[in-house]
């Protein structure tokens, strides 16, 4: 027996604002990125309500979670540069701002070089080697975002601008009121920290 | 010749931005020479990717 229109038409175009654990999760982490990128809670909301009222608007087109789900968070990071760009009010300057103390530490972009700056040779860099199943992958992804989180706020907030919203280095330090140097400094240790976090917890366990 | 500390600093800031010609030349006399930083060069561009492809691939679910 053929199944009734509806029933088929609901298969292929499930609706997904129907689905409560998935909307719930996904305007979490919408409202978790923005407000890292905007300093503003209120403003990330807000953010994030404009990106999904359109985006549920057209959530039919959309077969899959995983497709929505990218789309959202595209016109997302569009309203994020938008805002960061647009706004008068400048994030306060001392948001970019390195504790001096944590300056004088021996600290994970020292640790792998000896006096002379070379690779202690048990620090050395191999070649990353990638599980290509994505059962694997999605270990992966989850250890990705543990390390991300487990790096210091304004390491993050420069690392985020950079690689995730996509501004350009000039573009962060109008934002922030950071000097270009301050900013590689940061976008440096976010970068060491992040590939050793990866290196000990998933490419040294052969994972 | 700058050392491997130095290097990775350099590496990192070629993620940003050109380097300009006589960073390029102190980069590539290095890396020539020293495959950890080679190695290294090569993990900074696969975070790059892992960044870029974060947001579309975590938590995704199944077909």
């Known amino acids: 027996m053929p199944l009734h229109p509806t029933i088929t038409e609901s298969i292929q175009h499930p609706d997904w604002t129907q689905d409560q654990v998935f909307t719930n999760e996904l305007r979490q982490q919408m409202i978790k990125f923005a407000t890292l990128q905007l300093s503003d809670q209120h403003l990330a909301e807000d953010a994030v309500q404009d990106a999904l009222v359109g985006a549920l608007k057209n959530q039919q087109t959309f077969t899959r979670q995983a497709a929505l789900k990218t789309w959202v968070f595209a016109i997302l990071k569009h309203k994020i540069v938008d805002l960061l760009r647009s706004r008068s009010r400048l994030v306060s300057s001392s948001s970019l701002q390195i504790n001096d103390d944590e300056d004088h530490l021996i600290e994970v972009w020292d640790q792998p070089f000896n006096s002379r700056g070379h690779w202690h040779l048990s620090e050395q860099p191999t070649p990353w080697q990638q599980p290509a199943d994505s059962l694997a992958m999605d270990q992966f992804w989850l250890t990705f975002e543990t390390c991300l989180n487990a790096l210091p706020a304004q390491y993050s907030k420069a690392y985020m601008m950079r690689e995730f919203v996509g501004l350009t280095t000039q573009e962060i330090c109008l934002q922030t009121n950071t000097s270009e140097n301050r900013l590689n400094v940061l976008l440096y240790r976010a970068r060491m920290k992040l590939r050793n976090c990866l290196q000990e917890n998933w490419f040294d366990k052969g994972a | ?63």
């Open chain 2, 1 to 63: 010749m700058l050392n491997c500390k130095t290097i990775t600093k350099l590496l990192s800031v070629a993620q940003d931005r050109k380097l300009n010609l006589a960073e390029k030349i102190r980069l590539k006399l290095h890396t020539t020479m020293c495959s950890a930083c080679r190695a290294f060069d090569k993990q900074l561009q696969e975070l790059q990717g892992f960044s870029n492809n974060f947001i579309n691939e975590k938590h995704t679910p199944k077909d």
